[in-house]
């Protein structure tokens, strides 16, 4: 039964799940690590010891992770052949664990656990301030700036690099479709696929390339874009 299970033990003998967690991100460790507590079912992906995606049950991205480290106990295993392509969670490792404990903590203590999103810029991995603002918007799982080489901007990571080739392409697609049709460079393109969404813009001297989750209004998304963008006139908060 569940709630006589103390402990967790997998691949690692006498090691915590957070001890694991903090062991392959030290390790630069790709791959999965699957959870288990009685009936119930986890998995936590890494890249390049950077955990990018969590999956429980319906919960997906920060949630889930929240909720398996709040699991008394259960099983691990270390799958290095299981790899995803989604990416949900883009704060760092260190932080999704402090963060995990605190909420742990206050349930403990029987106080109100405190759900609010942490901190937008200092957790967070690095990029270039319009990503990060990008972000911010609901729906909007990455975004990266690249320039017109198709190099990242302030963002090395994988997810960055995966996300800047497929803004260039398209870029580059649409471009000589334009041309194509007499329509000349084109300047905004978004491709929907059954797992995401991809949106990308072209100005002088970058793109900026942005996955969308999919099934979701572009347009409303779009909207949001551009206001994140427009500056605000004097006066308009009076």
Known sequence: MSQNVSGFKGAVAGLSLTDVIQLKGHNKYTGAISVEYGNLQGIIYFVDGEIIHAERGEESGEQAIYEIIKWPGGTFAIQPEMKSNV?????RTDYLLLEALRRLDEEKAGGATNNSPGPTVTPRRTMSKIAARLQEINNITYAVLLDKLGTPIQDSSVEA??????????????????????????????????????????????????????????????????????????????
């Open 87 to 91: 990416c949900t969670i883009h704060y």
């Open 161 to 238: 690099t995966a996300l800047a080739a497929k803004g260039l392409f398209l870029a580059q697609t649409g471009n000589q479709f334009g041309e194509l049709m007499g329509l000349g460079e084109i300047k905004a393109a978004a491709v929907q696929t059954s797992q995401y969404d991809l949106l990308m813009y072209d100005s002088k001297q970058h793109y900026l390339s942005i996955a969308v989750k999919a099934d979701c209004n572009l347009e409303l998304v779009e909207g949001e874009i551009k206001a994140a963008f427009v500056p605000v006139k004097q006066g308009a908060a009076s």
